[in-house]
Nanobody, 126 residues
Framework: QVQLVESGGGLVQAGGSLRLSCAASGRRFSAYAMGWFRQAPGKEREFVAAISWSGPITAYADSVKGRFTISRDYAKNTMYLQMNSLKPEDTAIYYC???????????????????WGQGTQVTVSS
């Protein structure tokens, strides 16, 4: 089994920044992709960003491109999401996920991911 623990969420004013972390532990894979998704109240969960194992290759939702940066520390089995220029519409619970097959691509679809964290709340005030 894989455990994913997100941290770094909180309350920030519009225009501010936050850095989310996702630490993976438990079962070890030789290589895996990781991704961030978010779910706002009353809305479906949506893709935010993903990063492959090799390369790495990154992918972003259009709504966050240019403002968010995804990265990973292989030695620490940790993924990060640097969020700048935050907007009230970024308010959501942010989830990290692992795709054990994602070696050479950064998957956008939820069903590509097998393991999910519990989520961390991000609230952006106007």
């Amino acid at each position: 089994q894989v455990q994913l623990v997100e941290s770094g969420g909180g309350l920030v004013q519009a225009g501010g920044s936050l850095r989310l972390s996702c630490a993976a532990s438990g079962r070890r894979f030789s290589a895996y992709a990781m991704g961030w998704f978010r779910q706002a109240p009353g809305k479906e969960r949506e893709f935010v960003a993903a990063i492959s194992w090799s390369g790495p290759i990154t992918a972003y939702a259009d709504s966050v491109k240019g403002r968010f940066t995804i990265s990973r520390d292989y030695a620490k089995n940790t993924m990060y999401l640097q969020m700048n220029s935050l907007k009230p519409e970024d308010t959501a619970i942010y989830y990290c996920a692992v795709d054990p097959q994602g070696i050479n691509y950064a998957p956008r679809a939820e069903d590509e991911y097998d393991y999910w964290g519990q989520g961390t709340q991000v609230t952006v005030s106007s």
